[in-house]
């Protein structure tokens, strides 16, 4: 093995090891004690890194490796730091502890994205040891507050400290590079070129307060629950994207299925679980999540509001907004909680190129598809702004039977060692070569 196979595991399993939960309010411990980590594996191979904290405890590490063209535009690769909460007592395992058992690591952040991170480390680490470059000069980015937002990792790098980033015109990141086993001569391996746009809105409605025993024609709190099932049980039509359309293009022909645009059912259905990722890219998605109104059972209040999570496909946003208005009526209002773009690229050009020929260098059964996240990344969120074109490419080769979607955010999250190995190959590859 080499020297970052060798390691990664560990690597992994000392970063998990760090409780790094973001809670989304301010309160959990912060990035810094996972940075210093990273800071401190890469001083002991010589590779100097630039610390930013952007508040207390928020640590974000970058750091540029020299590559062998300087002509060439620099490529990005990120990972996030923080994970989500975990509660103890409903894992197997101690989400903390980075327990490598049975083959995996176990741990929060095991695939969201402790694995990735690992990965960048254990090759930078490796590359620094043996003196190699890359062929392009490569960024390294490990950021905060991916699982919030952002505020405190990207958006705050980007916005303050956008020099760290010059000349980068791509990236890549996370929930992307992973496979599918069609059968023992086939793997597909899903590229996320594309991301639905996100709209958090509250739906406000005001009305004429009084007491709950009296007729009142003018009740804020029906206003808001008759939008709220308007919008619930809009049944949004089929709409297929370009990277959807090929996404499923892809799929059918692998398992040998007839493409129907109009009736894509049967093959989201032979993805198994992953159809989590996917199912919901198909078209805008408007639930309800969440309602407020009234302090006592007798008092008709004067305000009602509730909040709705939509997600709207590239390319659509006008279109999702009008419908959203329409379905509103003209007795409530929305304000967006937080609303950020829908983003789509071509599946094409040499990054694209050079990670389908890394990942058949390793594995000679892949084959790579591009598809569009139902959820959003720091590709998205910030990066962009750059103008830096984003891929999610994570590569791990997984077990056939491995349920990858329910890891994300789940509970006894894991990630199979040798998947971790594989990966750090792919990424070797991909730097040199690109």
């Not at 999540?289 to 059972?297: D, N, P, V, W």
């Not at 598809?371 to 103008?387: E, H, I, R």
Request: with cysteine.
């Amino acid at each position: 093995m080499t020297p970052a196979e060798t390691e990664v595991a560990e690597l992994c399993s000392e970063l998990i090891r760090v409780d790094t939960s973001n809670y989304g309010d301010g309160s959990g411990p912060g990035e810094r004690a996972a940075a210093e980590i990273v800071m401190a594996r890469l001083a002991e191979v010589g590779a100097e890194a630039t610390y930013v904290e952007s508040a207390p405890g928020r640590g974000n590490v970058v750091t540029r490796i020299e590559g062998s063209d300087p002509g060439l535009p620099a490529l990005l690769v990120h990972g996030h730091l923080d994970v989500v909460p975990a509660n103890a007592a409903d894992w197997t395992v101690d989400p903390f502890a980075g327990e490598i058992r049975d083959g995996y690591i176990w741990g929060r952040g095991a695939v969201d994205m402790k694995d990735m991170d690992a990965m960048m480390l254990a090759v930078l680490r490796q590359m620094a040891t043996e003196g190699r470059k890359p062929r392009r000069d490569v960024v390294f980015a490990w950021v905060a507050d991916e699982e919030a937002g952002g505020e405190y990792g990207a958006k705050y790098l980007t916005a303050k400290h956008p020099e760290l980033f010059d000349g980068v015109d791509h990236a890549i990141s996370e929930v992307g590079g992973y496979s599918l086993e069609v059968d023992p001569s086939l793997r597909l391996y899903l590229i996320e070129t594309a991301q639905k746009g996100l709209s958090w809105m509250r739906l406000v409605a005001g009305g004429t307060a009084g007491h709950g025993s009296m007729l009142n024609s003018d009740n804020a709190v029906t206003e808001v629950a008759k939008a709220v099932a308007r919008l619930g049980s809009h049944e949004w039509p089929l709409n297929l994207t370009p990277t959807v359309r090929r996404f499923l293009s892809e799929v059918a022909d692998a398992f040998g299925l007839p493409f129907d645009p109009e009736d894509p059912a049967p093959i989201i259905e032979a993805i198994g679980p992953l159809a989590r990722f996917v199912g919901a890219t198909l078209r805008h998605t408007t639930n309800p999540t969440m309602l407020a109104a009234g302090y006592k059972a007798n008092v008709i209040p004067g305000q009602a509001s509730a909040v709705v999570d939509g997600r709207f496909l590239p390319g659509l946003e006008e279109e999702f907004l009008s419908t959203v208005d329409e379905l509103l009526g003209p007795d409530v209002r929305r304000e967006y909680i937080t609303h950020d773009i829908a983003l789509e690229t071509t599946f094409d050009g040499e990054l694209v190129e050079s990670m389908i020929a890394a990942l058949k260098a390793e594995d000679p059964t892949a084959r790579a598809v591009p598809y569009c996240m139902s959820g959003g990344t720091d590709n998205k969120t910030f990066f962009a702004d750059l103008n830096i074109r984003g891929f999610g490419f994570v590569p791990l080769r997984l077990p056939a039977e491995m349920d990858f979607a329910a890891m994300f955010h789940g509970v006894d999250e894991r990630v199979p060692v040798d998947a971790l190995r594989f990966g750090t190959r792919v990424l070797d590859r991909l730097l040199t070569n690109y």
